[in-house]
């Protein structure tokens, strides 16, 4: 997320805003991205400092990581509150996708209006395609509960073959112990299991051209950096499909390859038979976006339409 909002505040240029800054001319104007894991030691104190925050000046926001079931009974009470005093103190509000919309609307607040942005893709130079000398099958992006390495790994190991599991990242602050489950359960099944670290973007640009299978399978998601970091790299990769990736597969121009977590084996199996199949042609690279210099235009048009 810091990472996406430093992307749009340098596409928005010095006078423009990302974290907690605004246009230049208007200091008391701010726009925040906001997840409640970032901005307090609990959902109610991430809510009470945007109020304090809006109490002191005009607040904008881009939701992330926004509640649903997947949070627990307990967990999903606490952050739609914490969501809905958001939604209540911002000016206006920006989700990643229409299935954050939804999601939204049915646990924090029917009448929740936002505006839907989607995450950019920025697609690089195309290249040729690398073969590694492994076969490989690759999760890009940090490690935490829900993300899927762990149904990677399982379908991996169900097709007895010679393919191991990469993880293009390194754990999530805090989740060091579910890298070491991930290994112990990697090594429990006889499946190659590699966790590159951190890496800078032109390393990560370089392993997502390598890995022979690129695979999402979050069990809950409402918005994916890991996708557009795969398409930007000029793969199609194998995804679980869910609201939101069927979302983004008719966004992309059908530039991805759905499937089901009970045939994500055998998806990966036949993408493995037929590595091709991961690339894409010009004319689906064509049908990506918006990029970076869109998303940024949508924004300013959100701003015009927020009552400062």
Same mark, same amino acid.
């Not at 999760?139 to 399982?154: E, N, Q, S, T």
């Not at 994916?224 to 398409?231: F, N, R």
């Not at 991961?278 to 009552?307: I, K, S």
């Given at each position: 997320m810091t990472r996406y909002a430093q992307q749009l505040a340098d596409a928005l240029g010095a006078s423009e805003s990302g974290i907690g800054a605004?246009?230049?001319?208007?200091?008391?104007?701010?726009h925040l991205h906001f997840t409640d894991r970032l901005f307090g030691a609990d959902p109610g104190a991430a809510a009470t400092a945007v109020e304090q925050l809006a109490s002191g000046g005009t607040v904008s926001v881009t939701l992330h990581d926004v509640p649903q079931p997947s949070d627990g009974d307990e967990g999903l009470r606490l952050r739609s509150d914490a969501y809905r005093r958001v939604i209540d103190a911002a000016a206006g509000v920006v989700v990643n996708s229409e299935h954050e919309l939804r999601l939204l609307r049915r646990h924090t607040s029917r009448a929740? @209006?936002?505006?839907?942005?989607? /995450?950019?893709? #920025?697609?690089?130079?195309? !290249?040729?395609?690398? @073969? $590694?000398?492994? /076969?490989?099958?690759?999760?890009? =992006?940090?490690?935490?509960?829900?993300? !899927?390495? #762990? @149904?990677?790994?399982?379908?991996?190991?169900?097709?007895? $073959?010679?393919? $191991?599991?990469?993880? +293009?990242g390194r754990a999530s602050a805090g989740h060091? *112990? #579910?890298?070491?489950? &991930?290994?112990?359960?990697?090594?429990? &099944? =006889?499946?190659?299991?590699?966790?590159?670290?951190? +890496?800078?973007? %032109?390393? &990560?640009?370089?392993?997502? @051209?390598q890995t022979t299978v690129p695979v999402i399978a979050h069990e809950h998601v409402s918005a994916? =950096?890991?996708?557009?970091?795969? /398409?930007s790299a000029g793969r199609r990769p194998v995804v679980?499909?869910?609201p939101y990736m069927q979302e983004m597969a008719e966004l992309h121009g059908g530039s991805l390859t759905l499937t089901t977590a009970d045939e994500l084996p055998a998806a990966i199996a036949a993408a493995l038979d037929d590595p091709s199949s991961?690339? +894409?042609?010009?004319?689906? *690279?064509? *049908?990506? =976006?918006? %990029?970076? $210099?869109?998303?940024?235009?949508?924004?300013?048009?959100?701003? *015009? !339409?927020?009552?400062?």
């Open positions: 605004a246009p230049a001319a208007h200091p008391h104007r701010r929740a @209006r936002a505006a839907v942005i989607p /995450l950019p893709v #920025d697609p690089h130079p195309a !290249g040729e395609p690398v @073969r $590694g000398a492994e /076969l490989t099958v690759g999760v890009l =992006g940090f490690v935490y509960p829900g993300k !899927g390495h #762990d @149904r990677v790994i399982r379908a991996v190991a169900a097709l007895a $073959g010679s393919a $191991g599991v990469e993880v +293009l060091e *112990r #579910d890298l070491a489950a &991930l290994e112990s359960l990697a090594a429990s &099944l =006889g499946v190659g299991f590699v966790v590159t670290g951190y +890496l800078s973007d %032109d390393e &990560l640009l370089a392993r997502s @051209r994916s =950096g890991s996708l557009a970091s795969w /398409l679980v499909s869910s991961t690339w +894409l042609d010009d004319d689906a *690279r064509g *049908r990506l =976006g918006p %990029d970076t $210099g869109r998303v940024a235009a949508l924004y300013r048009e959100f701003w *015009r !339409g927020v009552a400062w």
